[in-house]
């Protein structure tokens, strides 16, 4: 990675996705966890002061440094506790059904390969737990989908691989998994980044 993808783009992601208009958003993804929770694409930490009371413990799978140190005083301050784990959401370093829930917030867009990431999470997460996520992904208005595809090379190249095509929903269910409830809508801001999922599903 050059310089623009180690120490630049967190920074901007972390802003991007750090918009207090997306607080309702996360606090309804997390709603309702509880026991451990490995979080796939950690960040600085964004999620942490949406997770209930009952999640004791916080893995956290995230490959970027700046992201870590950004996460640090979120950490320090988390009531649950936070263990950086991993690296890299397609291998994950943890046992068999080990954890009751995975989360991830902005991060199915970006996973090279996101069927072995998701594939990941239902090996680590124990039968009848949830995975939970929100994310960005193709509109339904065919207008927006059009712009969409015509920027999603650019996105790539200036996102670090982030897609805007995206189906949370679709990659979930092709991953074997039931998908319990969604929604989804617009947020603010220009629409082709905008259009949000955020989903539970059964693994």
Known sequence: MGFYEQQVLPRLVDVACGDRGFDRWRAETSEGLSGTVVEI???????????????????????????????ADRVAAAPQ???????????????DDSVDAALCTFTLCTIPDVDRALAEIRRV??????????EH???????????????????????????LTR?????????G???????????????????LTVGRATV
């Open 41 to 71: 694409g950690f960040g600085s930490g964004l999620n942490l002061p949406h997770y209930p009371v009952h999640v004791e413990r916080v893995l956290a799978v995230e490959p970027s440094t700046v992201a870590r140190a950004r996460a």
């Open 81 to 95: 506790g936070v263990e950086f784990v991993g690296l890299d959401g397609e291998s994950i370093p943890l046992a």
């Open 125 to 134: 997460v124990r039968p009848g737990g949830e995975f939970r996520f929100l």
């Open 137 to 163: 992904g193709l509109a339904p208005d065919p207008g927006v989908a059009r712009w969409q595809h015509r920027l999603d090379g650019v996105q790539q190249r200036l996102a670090g691989g982030c897609h």
């Open 167 to 175: 189906e949370p929903v679709g990659l979930a269910e092709r991953a």
């Open 177 to 195: 998994m039931t998908v319990t409830a969604s929604r989804s809508a617009f947020a603010r801001g220009p629409k082709p980044w905008t259009y």
